[in-house]
């Protein structure tokens, strides 16, 4: 939801990122590959204790997952490598996350397994309705809109590494939001793809 609704506010801020990433000479995939060695080592710092930095480190690994794209559409470099890249990236990081926490939180495993359920499920829609739909828009790729999308994720995932002993319970709404998301995607497919 924040993607769809709030990106015109803080494009600014990332277009300002492109604009000097591309100045230094780095591609779009540079950057995809930077912002998933970033992800990862939010996983390693919540291993290690250090929740204020993981979560730092997470949402410079968000902010510049957003520039790699802004680069892209400023520099007409656009791929469909790039896009698989970006996307494959996207879920390594956040099945690090949910991987820590389950070695890290036993008494949770089963709420975390049941959350990367519901992930796998709304990324399939997502991805599936991508690949089937003709309609393009800012993004190399249909994207559908929902509830929970990655700027959502990254709230909630900051919100598990802060408070874990509310992890059960962040947990728990995390799934429900991407299940509500999942059923949004899968109605608009139909409509989209009937």
Known sequence: MLDTHARKYVNPIIELGAKFLLKLKLTPNNVTILALLLGISTSIFLYFDMQVVAVIVLWISGYLDAVDGAMARRSNSSSSFGTLLDIVS?????????????????????????????????????????????????????????????????????????????????????????????????????????
Do not use: H
């Open 90 to 194: 996207d879920r390594i990081v956040e099945v690090s996350i949910v991987l820590v926490l389950g070695i890290k939180f036993i008494d949770v495993r089963y709420n975390l397994i049941v959350l990367n359920a519901c992930i796998l499920m709304s990324m399939t829609i997502f991805l599936t309705v991508g690949a089937l739909s003709e309609k393009k828009g800012v993004k190399s790729f249909y994207y559908q809109a929902g509830v929970a999308e990655r700027s959502e994720g990254f709230i909630f995932f900051s919100l598990m590494i802060l408070f874990p002993g509310y992890l059960r319970i962040i947990t728990n709404i995390f799934s429900i939001l991407i299940i509500v998301t999942a059923i949004q995607r899968f109605l608009e497919a139909k409509r989209l793809l009937d």
